[in-house]
C-alpha cells in the first residue's frame, strides 16, 4: 500500500504547498472560499456514519459486539486506503503525469466507496474471519470503482447518495456471497443468533447516528447550490416518514402490538438508502414522504417475511438483513430516480435547472430527460449485476478452506478472535461458606447440582 | 400527513430547480455563500442534540431504556413533521399561493419545535403509551407554533436559544400532563424506577452531546455575526460554570461526600437552558459565568429537594426531574433575559449594535430597552402560562381511558411495549442436572420454589 | 474564577455588539466571510474528541466507567475556564487595556490545552480523587500555557496538532504524576483493573470519535488554505494505516492470534498523535502511511512490553497506557516534525509556499529550514522537560495526604465516589417462598448459606 502510495498519489493543487503561487497566478483572493471548507463538515458527517453508524449498528449481537464495531473500523480503515487508490485510478489520474491527486473530496469518495463494503459485512457479520473480510473489502472496493465508473461516467446517471452505486450493489455483493457461503448447520449458533438488552440500546446509537447523518450522505458530493439544499431535505423528510411507517407496521404485525426493536434499528433507515439517487432531483416535499413511506412498509415487511423465506428456501442467510436495509430500497432507490428522472419538465424544473441538475452538457447536451430515466434503470441493473456476479465469485474464492473461517457451532462468537473479558458476575466471591465454590452464569446449574449430594 | 405536504408544502427558491435562473436574475455568483453552507453544521448539531441527546438521556432506567430512546425517535420523528406545517403556517405561508416554502432553516425550526414535547416526553417517561405520546406531540407542537408566534412575533421578543419558548414552554407543558395524569400507586414500580450501571453510562452519552452541541444549539438561528459568536461563547462558558457548581453541590449534599449520577447526567445542562435567551445579548464573560453558577446550584438542589416535595405535596410525578433542568432554569432564563435586555446601554451595544441585537426596525423602532425587557418578561409568562394551560387539556384528554397506557405496576417497564429479549444470563443451561430446569432472573423465585418438593 | 473573568476577559470585536460599527468603518460587507463559520464545525469536532472521545475512552474499565468519563468531564470543563485565562495571558492578553479578548479561536485554544490534562489523567485513572484531578488538572493548564509560549513563540516552531505542546508534554505529565505517586500494593485492586464486556463497546465510542475527528484536531488551528487541507489529508491516512498495523500485530502477538481490545482502543489512534506537528507539512501522501504504519506497531509493541516493563521495573503504575498512545508517538512525532522540517526544500514547496507554512515572517525571515528542523528537535525537548519536572512536582504535592485518594484496595472502583445503583439482578425478588429471601449477586453465596439450616 505504501509503495503503491508512494509511486501513485500526490497532493492535488489545494492541498499543496504551491497553493501559493497558484492563487497569486489565478487571482485567487480567498482561501475560504475553497471549496474544502463547505466538504469538510459533510465529510465528517459520512465519515461519523461509516464508523460509528455502521460500526455501532452491528453490535446487536449478543456476544459479537466486538466483532461488529471492531471489524467494522479494520474494513474501513482498509477499504478507504485501497479506494483512494482505486477510484482515484478512474477519476482522477492526470493521464499526463500519471499521478492521483486527492483532495477532501476524494477522501468522501473513499468512505462511500468503502460503505458497499461493509453493507456487505451485514449479511456475512458473525459467520467469517477478518482474513475474509479483508478478501471481501479488496474485491468489494475495486468492483465498486469498475461499477461506479460505467454508471456515472459511461453512462452519465446521476446517483447522488448512491442507490445505485452503494446500496443496491453492496447488498446484493453480501447477498451473492453469503449464498455461496451457505451453512447448513447454522442452527449450531443458534443461542448466539440474538441481542441482549444493552446490546440492542449500543446499536440504536448506530442507528441514530445513520439516520441524522444521512442528508449530510446524500448531499455530501451533490454540486453546491440548489441540488445540494433539496437533497438534504428529502432525504430528512424521507427519512422521518420511514420512522412513522416502521413503528406502525412492527407494531400491528404483532399480536401483542410490541414493537421488535430490529425494526426499528433497521427499517427506519430504509427511507435514506431509496433516496439516494432522486434526493438531488425535484420529487417534491410530499414525493419525498411518499418514497419514506412506502419503504418503511416494504422494508419492515422484509424483515418479518423475506429474511425467513430466503433463508428457508434461498439457503440465503442474511445476519442483518442487508436485504431489507439496502439491496431491495436501493435497488427501489434507482428504479424511482429513474421514473423521477423520467418525469421531468422544464416547467418544473426551469430548462436551465434541467440541465443543472442530469448535468446535460459536452457529448451528453442532447440527452432527453426519457432517454435519461431509461440510462437510470440500466444503471441499477448495472449496479445489481456487478452485485450478483461479483459477490458469487468472492464467494467462491472464501470457500477456500485458507481463510480460518469459524466452525458452525462457533459463528456469532467473539471468543474466535478476540481477547473476552470474563464477565464481571462469574468472578467467584470473596467469602465462600460450607466448602461451596459458588460461579455464576453458566455455572449456576452445576452449583445447584454440587448442593444436591448435602440433601 | 402526505396530503397536508401535498397540498401546502413546497421548496425554497434556494432548494428549488428554479435557482439556476434566479441566480442569474438576481446577479448571485456564488452558490456556496449560501446561508445554507453556514447553517448546515449547526442544523446537524442540533439534529445530534434531538435525537442522540434527549434519546439517550432518557435511556437511564434500567428497563426503560428501549423506551427512552425508541419513543424519542418516534416522537422527534413525527413531530418534525408536524412542525414543519404547523411553523410554517405561522412563519413561511405566502398569503398569495396559499404555500409554505421550506429551506434548511426550517429544518432547525421543526427540530426546536420537537425539543418542547421531548421535554415534555422526560416529564411522563415510563407512565404513558407511544400512542398517548403522539398525542402529547400533536398537541405540544401546535402550541409551540402559536405560543412562538405570539412570543416572538408579537411580542417581539428574543429568544435565540429558546429559553421562554423551548424551556419554560415544554417544561411547564410535560409538569402540567404529569400533574393530571397523577398516579397514587406509582410506588408498585418503585423497582424499575432506577438506573443499573450501564444505563448510567448510556445516559451519560445523552449528557455529554447535549453539552457539548448546545452552544449551537442556542447560537443556530441568530443572525450572522457578532450575537452568533457570542451567543457560542456565553453558552460554553455558563454551561462548563455549571458543571463545576454541580459536582461541588452534589457532593456537599451527602454525608459521604458521594457524587449522584442523576446531578452530573442533569444539572450539568442547567447553565445552557438558563443561557436561551440573553445568550446573544452582551451579557459580559463573567456573567455567563455567574448564571452558570447559580442555575447549576438550583437545578442540583433542585434534585435533591424540589422533586421529592413536589411528588409529595402537589402529587407531580416527574420521571426526569424536568422540572430542575427546564422548567425552573427556562423560566429563570427568560427573566435573565429580560433583566439583561432592560439593563443594555447605548454605551456597551453602540447604538448601531442596540438595535441590530434587538431588532428595533419597522414597528419596533421606538421601543426602549425599558419596554423591551417588559415584553421579555411578558414573553416568558405567556410560555408558562401555554405550558401550564396546554398541559392541563392534553392531560385530561389522555385520562380518556382509551390510549393503552401501563398499569401501575407495569410503568418503567420496556416489556409492555416492546419485544425484549430475553437476558442471556436466563438462557436455560445446556445441561440439566436431576431434572432441574434452572431458569435465572425473574425465574429463580420460583426455580428454587420447584426444587423444594425434592426436599 | 468568576472574579478573574470580570476583571480580565472581554469578547473580542467581532463577538462584541460593537461588530456593526466596527464592519462599516473597516469596509467589511459579509458577516459570513468571518473566520467564526469556518472554525466553528473543527471546534465542535475537537469538543466531540474532549468530551465524549476522552471520557469514553476511559471508560473500559469494569467498574470505574463513571470516574473515566465523570471526571473526564470536571476536568475538562473546569480546564478550558483556567485555559481562557492562562493561555489569554501569553496569547491575547492587550498591554494597552489589561483585557483579554475571547473569540471562538480561543475556545478551540482552551479544548487543546485541557487535553493535556486529560491525557495526564489516562496514567492516573482510578487511582487519585477528583480534588487531586483539579489539582492535576491546575498546574497541568498553567504549564501547558508556559511550555507553549517558550516553543511557539519563542521558539517559533510549527505544531499544528500538537505531537509536542499536547501530547508529548501531557504523556509525560502524567507519567511523571504517576511515578511519584506509585503504590505498591495496588495489586490489593487487580481485580477490578480489567474490562468487561460492555465497558469495553463503550471504550470504543470513545476510540471511533477520537479517530474520526482527529484530522479536525489536527487541522483546526492551522491557517486557512493548503496547510489545513494538508493536515486533515495527512492525519486520515496516518490513521488509517495505524489500525491496520496494530490489527495484524496485535493478532501476532498472541499464539492463538486473537485480538486484544486494548490494543484496538488505543494503538489505532497513535496515528493520528504522530501526526501532531509534521500534519501540515508536505510529508506526501505516502510518508503519512508510513508514519502511521511505524507508530502503530511501536504502539501495539508499547502496551505489549514497555507498559509492563515500565510497571516492574521502573515502578510506573500507566492505567490506561499513555506512555504508548501518547508520550512515545507524541516524542517521535515531534522529531518527525524536525525531520521533515529540516528537510524541506523549496521545489517542493515553492518559495512562497515554504515561508507560508514555516511562517517565516518579521523576526524569523531569515531563519533556514535547517535551523527550523533544530528549533522544532529543541520544542521537543523542552515539551518532555515541561512534562517530566513539572509532573515530578505535580506529584509530590499530591503525595501530601489532604486530598482523599482512594485506598490500595480500592483503586478503579466508582463505590468511592459515587452512588453506584445496585445492580438489576441483585433486587429481591418479588415473590419468595418458604422464606427463601433469594438475593442473588453478591448475596448469592450467602443465600445459599442461610438455606443451609432448612436442609
Known amino acids: 500500500m505504501i509503495i503503491l502510495f ?10 499543496d504547498a504551491h497553493w501559493v503561487e497558484f492563487k497569486r497566478e489565478h487571482n485567487i483572493t480567498s482561501d475560504i472560499e475553497n471549496d474544502f471548507y463547505f466538504r469538510y463538515p459533510s465529510f465528517q458527517d459520512v465519515h461519523v456514519m461509516i464508523f460509528v453508524g455502521f460500526g455501532f449498528l452491528m453490535t446487536f449481537l449478543k456476544r459479537y459486539s466486538f466483532g461488529g464495531v471492531g471489524f467494522n473500523f479494520l474494513i474501513a480503515a482498509f ?9 482515484g485510478w478512474f477519476h482522477s ?54 461499477e461506479e465508473y460505467i454508471i456515472l461516467t459511461l453512462l452519465h446517471c446521476r446517483d447522488a447518495g448512491g442507490s445505485m452505486v452503494i446500496h443496491a450493489f453492496g447488498g446484493y455483493y453480501g447477498l451473492a456471497i453469503s449464498w455461496v457461503l451457505y451453512r447448513p448447520n447454522l442452527h449450531q449458533s443458534k443461542r448466539l443468533n440474538g441481542s441482549v438488552y444493552h446490546s440492542d440500546v449500543f446499536a440504536m446509537i448506530g442507528t441514530l447516528f445513520l439516520w ?22 428529502n432525504t430528512y ?20 402490538g410490541k414493537l421488535d426493536m430490529v425494526h426499528i434499528q433497521n427499517a427506519t433507515l430504509a427511507g435514506g438508502v431509496a433516496m439516494g439517487t432522486a ?16 419503504t418503511g412498509i416494504i422494508s419492515t415487511f422484509g424483515y418479518l417475511y423475506i ?11 442474511d445476519t442483518c438483513g442487508v436485504h431489507n436495509l439496502h439491496a431491495l430500497p436501493g435497488m427501489l432507490g434507482g428504479f424511482i430516480g429513474a421514473i423521477v428522472a423520467a418525469a421531468a419538465t422544464e416547467s418544473v424544473y426551469s430548462a436551465e435547472g434541467l440541465i443543472n441538475v442530469f448535468d446535460f452538457e459536452g457529448s451528453f447536451a442532447n440527452r432527453g430527460v426519457g432517454t435519461q430515466g431509461g440510462f437510470q434503470a440500466a444503471g441499477t441493473c448495472v449496479a445489481i449485476a456487478f452485485g450478483l456476479v461479483g459477490g458469487a465469485i468472492v464467494g467462491l474464492i472464501l470457500r ?19 481477547e473476552v473479558p470474563e464477565d464481571e458476575e462469574s468472578i467467584p466471591p470473596v467469602l465462600e461458606y460450607n466448602n461451596h465454590m459458588i460461579h455464576k452464569h453458566q455455572d449456576i446449574s452445576e452449583s445447584n447440582f454440587s448442593s444436591n449430594p448435602q440433601k
Open 212 to 233: 441524522m447523518f444521512w442528508p449530510s450522505f446524500n448531499s455530501a458530493i451533490t454540486d453546491h447550490g440548489d441540488g445540494q439544499h433539496r437533497a438534504a431535505i
Open 400 to 418: 477456500i478452506p485458507i481463510w480460518g473461517d469459524p466452525a458452525d457451532d462457533n459463528c456469532y462468537d467473539d471468543e474466535v478472535y478476540w
Open 307 to 317: 429474511t425467513p423465506f430466503l433463508e428457508k428456501y434461498l439457503k440465503l442467510q
Open 79 to 87: 477499504g478507504l486506503q485501497w479506494a483512494l487508490l482505486m477510484q
Open 93 to 146: 489520474l492526470d493521464p499526463a503525469t500519471g499521478k492521483i491527486y486527492i483532495g477532501v473530496e476524494s477522501l468522501i469518495n473513499a468512505d462511500f466507496c468503502c460503505a458497499g463494503s461493509l453493507i456487505a459485512y451485514g449479511a456475512l457479520l458473525g459467520k467469517v474471519s477478518p482474513v475474509q473480510l479483508m478478501v471481501v473489502t479488496l474485491f468489494g472496493v475495486t468492483l465498486f470503482a469498475v
Open 279 to 294: 434526493a438531488e432531483f425535484m420529487i417534491t416535499p410530499y414525493g419525498s414522504l411518499i418514497v419514506g413511506f412506502c
Open 6 to 15: 508512494g509511486v501513485f498519489i500526490r497532493y492535488d493543487e489545494e492541498s
Open 237 to 256: 423528510l424521507a427519512l422521518a416518514s420511514s420512522v412513522l411507517t416502521t413503528v406502525a407496521i412492527s407494531s400491528m404485525s404483532q399480536k401483542t
